[in-house]
Nanobody
Framework: QVQLVESGGGLVQAGGSLRLSCVAS????????MGWYRQAPGKQREEVAI???????NYADSVKGRFTISRDNAKNTVYLQMNNLKPEDTAVYYC????????????WGQGTQVTVSS
């Protein structure tokens, strides 16, 4: 059973920064794409950023230029550096393995809450 443990969220003012971390269990981390997702109250979960095993990245239009996804295969960890945060970034953030462009596992972690005040 894969485990995904997110951390690093918090309350920040608009314009501030946070760095999220996700430790993923499993022996396939280094050869897998990983993704960050978020779910705001009353909304569906949406994709935020993806990083492939080779380090290629893709971002949602709403976060391009502000968020950076990275990974440390030695630590089975994927990061999300979030700069210039906006109130609309408020959500619970999750990570997951990614296969063919979609989250691989249905057993999501607990997520980490990000709240951006105006």
């Amino acid at each position: 059973q894969v485990q995904l443990v997110e951390s690093g969220g918090g309350l920040v003012q608009a314009g501030g920064s946070l760095r999220l971390s996700c430790v993923a269990s499993g022996s396939l981390f280094s050869i897998s794409s990983m993704g960050w997702y978020r779910q705001a109250p009353g909304k569906q979960r949406e994709e935020v950023a993806i990083i492939t095993r080779t380090g290629n990245t893709n971002y949602a239009d709403s976060v391009k230029g502000r968020f950076t996804i990275s990974r440390d295969n030695a630590k089975n960890t994927v990061y999300l550096q979030m700069n210039n945060l906006k109130p609309e970034d408020t959500a619970v953030y999750y990570c997951n393995y990614v296969m063919t462009g979609i989250p691989m596992y249905t057993n999501w972690g607990q997520g980490t809450q990000v709240t951006v005040s105006s």
